[in-house]
Every structure is written in C-alpha cells, then in structure tokens.
C-alpha cells in the first residue's frame, strides 16, 4: 500500500517553481519525496530536486479534491499513459484526463532539459529510454492521437505503433519524429498492415 503524503509535503510540491518544477525544503524532506516517486535529484551539481511527471500531476490537483492522507502512488499508479493495449485500466475523457496527459509531457520535457547533456529537450532522455512504451503513449496522447497501440518490439530498445489506417501510421509517425524518436514505416508480411518502429534518438 501506497505511503500517505503529509500536509508539509504537499505545500513543498505546491511551493515547486511553476516553469522548472525545482523543489525546495530540507534534505530530509526532499528524499521523502523522492521515495514517494514525485521528485528527482539532479544528478549534476549543484543537485537540486526537481518534480517528476506525477509530481507535476499531484501539484496541479485542487487541494480540496484530495485528502491530506490520500495515498500517493507511484507514476505508473498516478498517471498511466493509454497504450492501446488490452490490459490497459479504463480511463475518462475529459478536462481533468487532459490535464493529467499535459501535465506527464510537460514533466517529460523537463526532465529532458535537466537531465540531457546541455539542457536538449528535443532528445529523449534516460526515463523515456527505460520506459519506451509508456513515454511514445505519453506523446502520442499529448498530440490528440487516438486509435493507436504501442507495444514492445522484439528488437531491443524499440516498440511498435499500430494503428488501423496507414494514413493514421503516418500522423503517428509525424508527431513522434517532432519529439524525437526515429521511426520507421514497414508493413506486416502476414496481414499488410502498416505499422511503425519507433526507437529514441540521440543527441
């Protein structure tokens, strides 16, 4: 069971600064947070903590919407990302659904800009290459794709993009080469259908 966030935690997120996401508090308080999945430390000097992607959604809920002593999950548990897969938990549309969905992107671009050698955040960075499949279902939902599937790839270091229409292949293709990810269009030999392979690029 998820450990519950205390109110001190829960005013240091709100304190994080609005554009980089940069926390402050004590050291011990700081590693809390990171336990809890909702921070990270910089691996270069001067260390500083900084919101993950599920601390930037935990920061951007209505106070009154969640009790003090709610549990907080890790990122997986507080946002996941639609892959398209059957096993994939049900979720709502809407405003609150887009907010989480703008939030985890915006929280990947800044983990991009922290942690990518000079600041690059047109590159993936080390969270998107250990967490392929969720972080190209972030961007593609991010851009107002439906309809898509993404799923491991046999190739190490690279998933697959399904989709029903060539043309809807192509539009994921597109939004997916403009955060980064080389993809490759190729069809399948048994069905003809078209699909995506999809791997991050680097700096």
């Known amino acids: 069971m998820a450990k519950p966030m205390t109110a001190g ?3 240091i997120i709100a304190g994080a600064d609005p554009v980089t996401g940069r926390l402050r508090g004590t050291e011990a308080q700081l590693a809390a947070l990171v336990r809890l999945r909702l921070a990270f430390r910089h691996p270069r000097p001067p260390h500083a903590y900084f919101l993950t992607p599920a601390g930037h959604r935990v920061r951007e809920e209505p106070v009154a919407a969640v009790p003090e002593t709610a549990p907080v999950e890790a990122p997986a548990g507080v946002f996941t990302p639609r892959t398209g897969a059957a096993q994939d938990p049900p979720v709502e549309d809407g405003a609150a659904r887009a ?4 939030s985890a992107w915006l929280g990947i671009v800044e983990m991009r800009r922290m942690t990518n050698p000079g600041g690059d955040r047109e590159v993936p960075c080390a ?5 392929r499949v969720r972080a190209v279902a972030i961007a593609l939902e991010a851009a107002g794709r439906e309809g898509y599937r993404v799923v491991d790839a046999v190739q190490p270091g690279v998933v697959e993009v399904w989709e029903a229409s060539g043309e809807g292949v192509r539009a994921c293709g597109a939004v997916l080469e403009r955060v980064g990810w080389l993809v490759s269009e190729h069809g399948d030999a048994r069905t003809g259908r078209r699909f995506l392979l999809v791997s991050p690029r680097r700096a």
């Open 99 to 102: 907010r989480e969905v703008r």
């Open 127 to 131: 969270w998107e290459r250990a967490h």
């Open 9 to 11: 935690q829960r005013r």
